[in-house]
């Protein structure tokens, strides 16, 4: 388990540009892109005992961040 925060420039460095270039341009992308961050920010604080939760939860939430992981990567590799 990884204390560290997953940020979508962190997860992608190659594709920063285009993940705020996508953020700007693409409404849908940004609300995505704000539940990875909410979500993430709450796993986070989870990990680091700031925020208490169940096992079942934290892994609800981990599922959820690997699924807009994915719909957001698939959203950056398309064409410009």
Sequence with gaps: ?????????????????????LKEADTHFARLAQDYYDINRQIHRIETDVEPASDAFQNQLRRQRMTLKDELYTMLKQPV
């Design 1 to 21: 388990m990884s204390h560290t925060p997953h940020d979508l420039a962190e997860e992608f460095p190659e594709m920063a540009d285009r993940i705020r270039e």
